[in-house]
């Protein structure tokens, strides 16, 4: 292969355990073409955003060529999939091209999403529709924007093939950048098959590269277990607190860094609902908006399961530790939620009234088929007395009562309410990636017009800020353009 484009490699995970990954060179396309590169993010990790948009830039993306310093590979894990035990997964259409150090002094993989097939392939194809590729640019980066951990999307590229899935699609890669791709299931992959040294080194390269202050600790790989259960922690409380639905939240997709990963069947949220449900695959409600806490805690316990026999010599005294560990969990998610939650009505702390005013909110918005994102957002201009939101949607009279008590609160512990009113717009965006929006920019793509894809990105690049000229992407679906079920793409 010719080897083009400058990007600074430092690969730490090769240099690992062999067991962890098989070298894989990604499957050459027949006509690439640039959809996007994210210039800013590029710039991030130290590459040319010029250069990634050249002829030899975008064969890169395609995997046609690979950078100097590539090593690609396919990574292992196996995981639990809607419940059931899967022993081998793996990388089945990603390639990892290798690892950078950021201009943040943060490490990052870089990996072609749909560039063919490898030795995880499970009889698939390796390749991507375009769906799915302009779908998780889209949500990957507007979560970013949101202040969201996640994994990112540097670039999209079409491949000129075509893909075969329910129909024929046009095919195309993505580009994902994360902290890094090592999963739950990654430990889950070698801890089932009793490969001690294996998953001991996968243990000390995840402390080294995300929780290096675990080192300190008495017990190190507790200690590590507490690190990602107190990221995820955070991570699920920031979902529920802007309506994000995962869709799939098995254990090969929750990545131990505690960034969102897999943007497959996702949604955000419009009326409010415990039990929404989006993903065509969920058929039981497992990984509904409400069980996703939970649900956390589930795959958790499967990632302390793995690391079990690094933690204490003495099983017993191991299961007792990391159960402690466990129990965790949903304290720390609870407060971070409830603070979260209380910023979204304008209250800093959380406290019993606070929490009381809240879940007196919650249910009006779900008996009202009242929008999520826009319900929290509009309460600022009941504050202020202004009308941005409220031109194009106000509460109905039922809020009315809740307003005047939350408003009494406010006012009781000293408020300024319009400084209260300019804070909450801080924290409730107007626009959120919206699955009717995609859609459009989806069928879009599909014929060959990526115009309502780029204004999409664009304007969901600045989500808290109101433009009037903007508000149709502000605006809830209507009945004709609502979307109830995501699909995979796999």
């Given at each position: 292969m010719?080897?083009?484009?400058?990007?600074?490699?430092?690969?730490?995970?090769?240099?690992?355990?062999?067991a962890?990954?098989?070298?894989?060179?990604?499957?050459?396309?027949?006509?690439?073409?640039?959809?996007?590169?994210?210039?800013?993010?590029?710039?991030?990790?130290?590459?040319?955003p010029?250069?990634?948009?050249?002829?030899?830039?975008?064969?890169?993306?395609?995997?046609?060529?690979?950078?100097?310093?590539?090593?690609?590979?396919?990574?292992a894990?196996?995981?639990?999939q809607?419940?059931?035990?899967?022993?081998?997964?793996?990388?089945?259409?990603?390639?990892?091209?290798?690892?950078?150090i950021?201009?943040?002094?943060?490490?990052?993989?870089?990996?072609?999403?749909?560039?063919?097939?490898?030795?995880?392939?499970?009889?698939?194809?390796?390749?991507?529709?375009?769906?799915?590729?302009?779908?998780?640019?889209?949500?990957?980066?507007?979560?970013?924007?949101?202040?969201?951990?996640?994994?990112?999307?540097?670039?999209a590229v079409?491949?000129?093939?075509?893909?075969?899935?329910?129909?024929?699609?046009?095919?195309?890669?993505?580009?994902?950048?994360?902290?890094?791709?090592?999963?739950?299931?990654?430990?889950?992959?070698?801890?089932?098959?009793?490969?001690?040294?294996t998953?001991?080194?996968?243990?000390d390269?995840?402390?080294?590269?995300?929780?290096?202050d675990?080192?300190?600790?008495?017990?190190?790989?507790?200690?590590?277990?507490?690190?990602?259960?107190?990221?995820?922690?955070?991570?699920?409380?920031?979902?529920?607190?802007?309506?994000?639905?995962?869709?799939?939240?098995?254990?090969?997709?929750?990545?131990?860094?505690?960034?969102?990963?897999?943007?497959?069947?996702?949604?955000?949220?419009?009326?409010?609902?415990?039990?929404?449900?989006?993903?065509?695959?969920d058929?039981?409600?497992?990984?509904?908006?409400?069980?996703?806490?939970?649900?956390?805690?589930?795959n958790?316990?499967?990632?302390?399961?793995?690391?079990?026999?690094?933690?204490?010599?003495?099983?017993d005294?191991?299961?007792?530790?990391?159960?402690?560990?466990?129990?965790?969990?949903?304290?720390?998610?609870?407060?971070?939620?409830?603070?979260?939650?209380?910023?979204?009505?304008?209250?800093?702390?959380?406290?019993?009234?606070?929490?009381?005013?809240?879940?007196?909110?919650?249910?009006?918005?779900?008996?009202?088929?009242?929008?999520?994102?826009?319900?929290?957002?509009?309460?600022?201009?009941?504050?202020?007395?202004?009308?941005?939101?409220?031109?194009?949607?106000?509460?109905?009279?039922?809020f009315?009562?809740?307003?005047?008590?939350?408003?009494?609160?406010?006012?009781?512990?000293?408020?300024?309410?319009?400084?209260?009113?300019?804070?909450?717009?801080?924290?409730?965006p107007?626009y959120?990636?919206?699955?009717?929006?995609?859609e459009?920019?989806?069928?879009?793509?599909?014929?060959?017009?990526?115009?309502?894809?780029?204004?999409?990105?664009?304007?969901?690049?600045?989500?808290?800020?109101?433009?009037?000229?903007?508000?149709?992407?502000?605006?809830?679906?209507?009945?004709?353009e609502?979307v109830?079920?995501?699909?995979?793409?796999?």
């Amino acid at each position: 292969m010719t080897r083009a484009v400058k990007i600074p490699f430092d690969n730490a995970f090769c240099r690992l355990d062999s067991a962890l990954f098989a070298y894989q060179a990604p499957t050459p396309v027949k006509n690439p073409g640039l959809i996007r590169v994210n210039d800013a993010l590029a710039a991030l990790l130290g590459i040319d955003p010029l250069e990634l948009k050249s002829e030899e830039g975008v064969a890169a993306l395609a995997g046609n060529v690979l950078p100097e310093g590539a090593e690609p590979i396919a990574t292992a894990y196996a995981g639990h999939q809607f419940g059931n035990w899967n022993p081998q997964l793996g990388d089945g259409r990603a390639i990892l091209l290798g690892e950078v150090i950021g201009k943040d002094g943060e490490r990052y993989d870089i990996q072609l999403k749909g560039a063919g097939v490898t030795p995880f392939s499970r009889m698939g194809d390796g390749r991507s529709p375009l769906g799915p590729v302009l779908r998780e640019y889209v949500v990957s980066e507007g979560m970013a924007v949101l202040g969201v951990p996640t994994t990112r999307s540097l670039a999209a590229v079409t491949t000129g093939e075509k893909v075969i899935r329910d129909e024929i699609l046009p095919g195309a890669i993505l580009t994902r950048i994360a902290k890094s791709h090592i999963r739950v299931g990654t430990f889950q992959f070698f801890a089932s098959r009793q490969q001690r040294e294996t998953l001991t080194i996968l243990a000390d390269h995840v402390i080294d590269r995300h929780y290096p202050d675990a080192k300190n600790s008495d017990i190190v790989y507790l200690e590590l277990l507490n690190c990602v259960i107190r990221a995820q922690a955070k991570l699920i409380a920031h979902w529920q607190s802007l309506g994000f639905i995962h869709g799939v939240m098995n254990t090969d997709n929750m990545l131990v860094s505690g960034e969102t990963v897999d943007y497959g069947p996702c949604a955000f949220m419009e009326e409010y609902h415990p039990g929404m449900v989006f993903s065509s695959i969920d058929r039981q409600g497992r990984y509904a908006y409400g069980n996703q806490p939970a649900i956390a805690q589930w795959n958790l316990a499967w990632l302390a399961q793995s690391l079990l026999p690094l933690i204490h010599d003495d099983e017993d005294k191991s299961i007792e530790l990391v159960q402690q560990a466990l129990d965790n969990f949903k304290p720390l998610f609870t407060t971070e939620y409830q603070q979260r939650m209380c910023q979204k009505i304008g209250i800093d702390s959380a406290s019993a009234e606070a929490m009381k005013l809240l879940n007196d909110f919650l249910p009006l918005l779900q008996a009202n088929n009242i929008d999520f994102t826009l319900g929290f957002r509009v309460l600022a201009d009941y504050l202020d007395e202004t009308h941005t939101i409220r031109t194009f949607y106000a509460l109905p009279g039922e809020f009315d009562d809740w307003i005047a008590k939350w408003k009494a609160y406010l006012s009781a512990k000293g408020s300024n309410l319009e400084e209260v009113a300019n804070r909450m717009r801080q924290v409730n965006p107007v626009y959120i990636p919206r699955n009717h929006q995609i859609e459009v920019a989806i069928q879009a793509g599909n014929r060959g017009d990526f115009e309502p894809f780029h204004q999409l990105v664009d304007r969901l690049s600045n989500p808290f800020d109101f433009d009037p000229t903007h508000t149709q992407y502000a605006l809830p679906a209507t009945d004709a353009e609502r979307v109830t079920q995501t699909f995979c793409g796999t």
